[in-house]
């Protein structure tokens, strides 16, 4: 068991960034409740672009390299947010290797099946939203879920901010038919 | 068909995210009260955000397996995240969101008429021929086959009021009950406003018109039996527009019954000069004032109270006549006795111009103030604006912007197209151009034309929204605004067959990188045959995605899609005699067949009809393309040959042309107004008829495609 003086929230939780500094130092405990912690989100976030197993690995992915990416966080702002764009550039990395052809991994499970009225329609979206092609997907996950404005997302992708835009119109065109 | 004005998708989608500023947020919250259409547009776009932000559940095993890997030495080098972090979206504001617009395609009926080869010409009159304003009227018509089973029809009407309003209103009149006789009567309580009007004919649901090429006038009288002035002076403005050589005699007839009216003789004079050289034109204002102008002069004075118009019109009269004295005195009078009338401004702001000519900062200022003054004054905004848009000066177009269209909306458009050729003015040309296309494209039945059917009234606003829509387009996309502008296009795109506006919206994919929808543009540029040859620099431009299998069928697509839209026009009829006997140029008499197993054009036209006259040029060039490919052409005139050939080869037309001494033309086609084209089949039965001669080619293209 290791000891490491974790500091602690007022509930009784240990603070993120001592969480951080913990990993920092090698603590796997310290990286397992970051896990606990924060891998929902993380996995959401690639599941909104892959396919449940690239997503998957771009979870393990991002958690394995946590340690030494956590170099690089200047605690600029609140760690949850940083990660979450940690998962969205792995992901999009995962969607580039990706070779285009490849089909698609089965989405028949893992999304919440909420009971009520619109449970059918969220369902058809959903498929919607994953039959897009990868492209489209990538712009739209980008712009709807994760907040990017046209020309960040263009940097991220590497591509025009009007390719941006027009991805982002293609991509609802698509869904408004499929819907 | 209707158009039904509908919030863009892109102010849907905003509204559904809880994105909109407050006035937009309650504009589409109130039309979604109302439409069905659009609640379950924006329910959809909840549910694609709800499902796109769903968390899924987390799989099992994950943690053993990182954990696992970190403690085999696994290493994996994740891409950097520095930069600003966000939070999530919780919603954003688009500043510009596109305008309500999407044009319902309801099921479009075609206009297919039953054969009616029997047929003959209706009739249509009125007791007592010589009515007062207000007076009841006995209204018996005789119909044409095409309207003799209906239960009952509809008297509709096109009237101008007294006074020199230009405004022309549509209204139904009365209903038509059939008699024993197999007429249709009814009894008309004239509205006491009307002094003039055009009766048309048509069924209850507005499918057919039967209107006589607008020849069925109602004109007033008063009760000696004299026709009033207003009805005469509306009349004139009215007819103008179809037939100057009518509204020439109807300024004749002002002049003979109403001699204190300079009206007529302005008309006159100003037909006269225009059509005299410029030696002439002196010897003719000579003319008037030798022979007229003392006589109105005298009339006018003899009166104790002129009205307005009679001494703005001798203001205008005595300008034109370059008679100075004259000139001042009517002006003073005008000035002096009617200060604040529109006429009084509009001639100010005429004399303003003259008196500031060279000096445009200290013209701007004397508009100004004398819009200060005034308050009023279509005619000082237009003036002012135009003055503004020429200097390009942001700060004056928008200040006289705004004062010219709260005068009058229906400049809205006019001011918005301005404008859209100042960058720093585009936000506002887009608000604007919204607004106009708002109230300009909306289906009321009031605004429809009076020989239009309700289908083709629907049609034709869906056209005119779809040019006006790209132009919104354009502007959006000079803001930045893609997402806004690509909604806007794509509604552009199918709102009806409209080549010139394909053309405009491929360019701007093309700009825009965007190859489908560019290809998509393109193809039906090429696939309309009146286009063909411009498709080709686009085709350059968009490179190898307009070659291949993915450009053939593009290009198929299109050309199935615009035989759709033009056979939805298609009619189907026979001519009222199946062969014309026609009066050639030289002067021979020649029977044609109109059967002639080949699709054959039938153009009416006239030079003295100024839209018929408008597309002169157009009408030569696809005639001639048109008897180039063989396909026989009868363009026939409504006036002698003898006085209409120096008039085609002093403009350089080479289309040939016939004239109708029997009529036989004019009624085998049931009379039809200038300019009217048919286009008929290899049968020889009528099958396409368009008052727009760039139709023309597209039709013979459909029916020979039809025909192999």
Not at chain 1, 6 to 25: M, Y
Not at chain 2, 3 to 21: E, M, Y
Not at chain 2, 148 to 175: F, I, K, N, Q, W
Request: hydrophobic share 45%; proline share 5%.
């Amino acid at each position: 068991m290791e000891r490491t003086g974790l500091a602690l929230e007022s509930n009784g939780r240990s603070t993120d960034a001592a969480l951080i500094a913990a990993v920092r130092a090698g603590s796997s405990t310290a990286l397992a409740t970051l896990y606990t912690r924060h891998g929902r989100m993380v996995y959401a976030v690639a599941r909104r672009f892959l396919g449940e197993t690239d997503a998957e690995d771009v979870m393990q992915d991002v958690f394995v390299g946590l340690p030494e990416a956590l170099e690089g966080y200047r605690e600029r702002g609140t760690f949850p947010a940083w990660l979450r764009r940690v998962a969205v550039r792995a992901s999009l990395m995962a969607l580039r290797r990706r070779s285009r052809s490849a089909v698609l991994a089965r989405y028949a499970t893992g999304w919440p099946v909420a009971t009520g009225r619109s449970t059918e329609d969220r369902l058809a979206a959903r498929e919607a939203i994953d039959r897009l092609p990868d492209s489209l997907r990538a712009v739209f996950v980008l712009r709807e879920v994760e907040g990017y404005s046209h020309a960040e997302i263009a940097a991220q992708l590497g591509i025009t901010r009007t390719a941006s835009m027009i991805r982002h119109h293609r991509a609802w065109t698509q869904l408004r038919r499929s819907v | 068909m209707s158009i039904r004005l509908h919030p863009t998708f892109a102010r849907l989608r905003g509204f559904a995210r809880g994105d909109l500023d407050e006035p937009n947020r309650r504009r589409v919250a109130r039309h979604l009260t109302g439409c069905a259409r659009c609640r379950s547009e924006v329910a959809r776009v909840r549910s694609i955000l709800e499902a796109a932000s769903a968390d899924p559940t987390l799989p099992h095993g994950m943690l053993p397996a990182i954990l696992e890997r970190r403690a085999a030495g696994g290493r994996v080098i994740l891409p950097a995240a520095d930069g600003t972090v966000r939070a999530p979206r919780l919603g954003r504001l688009h500043r510009v969101a596109a305008i309500a617009l999407i044009l319902v395609a309801a099921a479009a009926a075609a206009l297919i008429y039953t054969p009616a080869l029997e047929a003959d010409s209706s009739e249509l009159h009125f007791t007592p021929e010589r009515p007062t304003p207000g007076a009841t009227i006995t209204v018996t018509y005789r119909p044409t086959s095409r309207l003799a089973d209906e239960p009952r029809l509809v008297l509709r009407a096109r009237y101008r009021t007294a006074g020199h309003g230009r405004a022309r209103s549509h209204a139904v009149l009365g209903t038509l009950e059939p008699d024993a006789a197999g007429t249709y009567v009814a009894q008309v309580e004239l509205p006491d406003s009307i002094v003039y009007a055009v009766f048309v004919v048509e069924n209850v649901d507005a499918t057919f018109v039967d209107h006589n090429g607008e020849r069925w006038e109602l004109i007033t009288h008063d009760e000696e039996g004299r026709p009033l002035f207003d009805a005469l002076w509306q009349r004139y403005s009215d007819v103008q527009q179809r037939d100057l050589r009518i509204a020439s005699d109807v300024a004749a007839e002002i002049v003979r019954l109403h001699p204190d009216r300079p009206e007529g003789l302005r008309a006159i004079l100003f037909d006269d000069v225009s059509l005299a050289s410029r030696a002439a034109a002196d010897s003719v204002r000579r003319a008037h004032r030798e022979r007229y102008l003392a006589d109105v002069m005298h009339a006018i004075d003899a009166i104790p109270e002129p009205d307005v118009f009679q001494l703005a019109g001798m203001v205008f009269y005595a300008n034109e006549l370059a008679d100075t004295a004259t000139f001042e005195r009517y002006r003073t009078l005008l000035y002096e006795r009617y200060p604040l009338h529109q006429a009084t401004v509009q001639r100010r702001t005429f004399d303003l111009v003259t008196a500031h000519r060279g000096d445009p900062d200290a013209l701007m200022l004397a508009f100004d103030t004398l819009y200060r003054e005034t308050g009023t004054g279509v005619q000082v905004g237009f003036s002012a604006f135009d003055l503004a848009s020429r200097r390009e000066r942001p700060d004056e177009m928008t200040l006289w912007g705004e004062r010219f269209t709260a005068e009058d909306s229906t400049f809205a458009w006019f001011v918005a197209t301005r404008y859209a050729a100042v960058p720093v003015l585009h936000d506002r040309a887009a608000d604007l151009m919204r607004t106009a296309i708002e109230r300009q494209t909306v289906y009321r039945e009031a605004d429809r034309p009076l020989t239009r059917t309700r289908d083709e009234f629907s049609a034709t606003l869906r056209l005119t929204a779809g040019t006006m829509l790209t132009e919104l387009g354009e502007v959006l996309l000079a803001l930045g605004d893609t997402a806004a502008a690509l909604d806007t296009l794509e509604v552009a795109f199918d709102a009806g067959w409209d080549p010139q506006r394909f053309r405009t919206i491929a360019a701007l994919h093309l700009a825009l990188d965007d190859t489908a929808a560019a290809r998509a543009a393109i193809a039906r540029v090429a696939a309309d045959p009146t286009t063909r040859e411009a498709a080709d620099s686009l085709r350059r431009q968009l490179g190898e995605a307009a070659s291949g299998d993915r450009w053939e069928s593009a290009v198929a697509t299109a050309r199935s899609e615009m035989m759709t839209f033009i056979w939805q026009r298609a009619v189907d009829r026979s001519p009222l005699l199946p062969r014309l006997r026609l009066e050639r140029p030289d002067g021979a008499r020649e029977t044609f067949e109109l059967a002639t197993g080949k699709p054959m054009v039938i153009a009416f036209w006239s030079r003295y009809c100024p839209p018929s006259y408008a597309q002169l040029a157009e009408m030569d060039r696809t005639l001639q393309r048109l008897i180039a490919e063989d396909v026989p052409v009868l363009s026939i005139t409504d006036e002698d040959l003898a006085k209409v050939r120096p008039f085609l080869e002093q403009n350089g037309y080479g289309f040939p042309v016939y004239a109708d001494p029997e009529s036989d033309a004019s009624r085998a086609f049931d009379r039809p107004g200038t300019p009217t084209y048919f286009v008929l089949d290899a049968e020889g039965r009528i099958r396409f008829e368009s008052n727009h001669v760039s139709d023309v080619v597209r039709y013979v293209y459909a029916i020979r495609t039809a025909i192999s």
